[in-house]
């Protein structure tokens, strides 16, 4: 069995301690009756920890290729990072300005950022929510630090090892 642990915490040093201390805590787990009776523990990249700051979610809405954001699961997401201290940005080519919605009115007006590779690269992490077929998901990957996929739109694009973390 493998693991990675993600931690979001109100800082970036919160989030750094927590995850410093879930590798030697997780080795640790009681595996009585399992060969060896106990877990052995390994990095599957180097440094163990890597800070990621700012959190960008790359595009805000559920369904490809058209412009109805109602019922969005992204507006949740955004709440969430945004609730544990993330800088929070969308891109979408179909939602330039997001309009008003019943239960999520303070996103009214927040617009759509710029695709270009000045400011993708300036996010620490990109979350790739919806995979329109408009966008090119090879920028996408030159331009960005950290790529969460969870929507398999990088699956046949060539980028860097490590860079892509499906979701």
């Known amino acids: ?3 990675v642990v993600d931690v979001v915490a109100d800082t970036q040093e919160l989030a750094t301690a927590l995850a410093s201390r879930a590798g030697p805590t997780g080795s640790r ?3 009585t009756g399992h060969l060896g009776g106990g877990g052995n523990f390994a990095y599957p990249f180097s ?3 890597i800070p990621t700051g700012a959190v960008y979610e790359w ?3 559920h369904v490809m290729d058209v412009d109805d954001e109602r019922e ?3 507006y949740r997401l955004l709440e969430k990072l945004k609730h544990r201290g993330a800088e929070v940005a969308y891109y979408d080519p179909y939602v330039p300005v997001i309009r008003p919605t019943r239960e999520h009115p303070h996103w009214t007006g927040v617009e759509s ?3 270009d590779q000045k400011t993708i690269a ?3 992490a990109v979350v790739v929510a919806t995979a329109h077929d408009c966008v090119n998901h090879q920028e996408l990957a030159d ?3 950290i790529i969460i996929d969870t929507r398999n739109a990088m699956a046949k694009v060539k980028v860097a090892r490590g860079k892509v973390w499906k979701a």
Do not use: E, N
């Open 72 to 74: 969005s699961p992204s």
């Open 29 to 31: 787990f009681d595996l």
């Open 47 to 49: 440094p163990g920890v």
């Open 113 to 115: 950022i710029r695709w």
């Open 122 to 124: 300036a996010f620490d």
């Open 1 to 3: 069995m493998g693991l």
């Open 59 to 61: 595009s805000a809405w």
């Open 143 to 145: 331009w960005a630090q």
